[in-house]
């Protein structure tokens, strides 16, 4: 699976590395990916996020229902 975000839709971008030399490679820039667990009161659980460090952030400015609340209208399943 690749790396990608549940709240921002953060993926990775592709670009290219260019050498000295200036031949050039195919590279990926991945997206930071981290694995987050929060405790949703609403619903009396806990909930395991997938989420770039921007998204970690998001939801601590707006609050864990929230940010359940956008994920679960981009039609990801929590």
């Known amino acids: 699976?690749?790396?990608?975000?549940?709240?921002?839709?953060?993926?990775?971008?592709?670009?290219?590395?260019?050498s000295h030399s200036h031949r050039r490679t195919s590279r990926r820039f991945d997206p930071n990916i981290q694995r987050?667990?929060?405790?949703?009161?609403?619903?009396?659980?806990?909930?395991?996020?997938?989420?770039?460090?921007?998204?970690?952030?998001?939801v601590d400015a707006i609050g864990i229902e929230a940010a359940v609340a956008r994920?679960?209208?981009r039609g990801v399943r929590v």
């Open 1 to 18: 699976m690749s790396a990608h975000c549940q709240l921002t839709g953060a993926r990775p971008g592709f670009g290219n590395r260019v």
């Open 36 to 58: 987050k667990r929060y405790w949703l009161p609403g619903e009396g659980r806990y909930v395991r996020l997938t989420l770039s460090t921007k998204a970690i952030k998001t």
């Open 71 to 73: 994920i679960r209208a």
